[in-house]
């Protein structure tokens, strides 16, 4: 499973700086959200088979080994969505959206 984040700041012209400064959010809550991103992650997030270790946090545009991956198509528009790769297929989606919701945050960007 993964999650895909986009907002009107993401999606809009010159999005990319949007989608930089929300991974750069995510990182420093790393290891909070592998808790409650399913279970047996640390058997799943190997660094091999395309996903990136658990005890690591990494991006990267195409990158099916990262923790977050920007789409190429994202890159070249400068804007659009990332997929968070982290999360297993055995997760509670309610607990994870009332989780990372709970941050704002990683969705404000003006200041």
């Given amino acids: ?5 986009s907002t009107n700041e993401t999606r809009a012209e ?3 700086k949007a989608i930089e400064e929300m991974i750069k959010k ?3 809550r790393h290891m909070q959200h592998i808790e409650v991103y399913g279970s047996d992650n640390d058997l799943r997030l190997t660094g091999r088979h395309e996903t990136g270790h658990i005890g690591s946090f990494s991006s990267g545009v195409a ?3 990262s923790s977050i991956r ?3 198509s994202v890159a070249v528009e ?3 969505y990332f997929e968070d ?7 509670d989606p309610y607990q994870v959206c009332e989780y990372v919701s709970s941050f704002p945050p ?6």
Avoid at 85 to 91: K, M
Avoid at 106 to 111: D, K, S, T, Y
């Fill in 106 to 111: 990683v969705f404000q960007f003006a200041q």
């Fill in 63 to 65: 990158d099916r080994g």
């Fill in 26 to 28: 995510l990182e420093k």
């Fill in 14 to 16: 010159g999005g990319m």
């Fill in 78 to 80: 400068g804007k659009g």
């Fill in 1 to 5: 499973m993964l999650f895909s984040y």
């Fill in 70 to 72: 920007i789409p190429k």
């Fill in 85 to 91: 790769r982290r999360p297993a297929s055995n997760i």
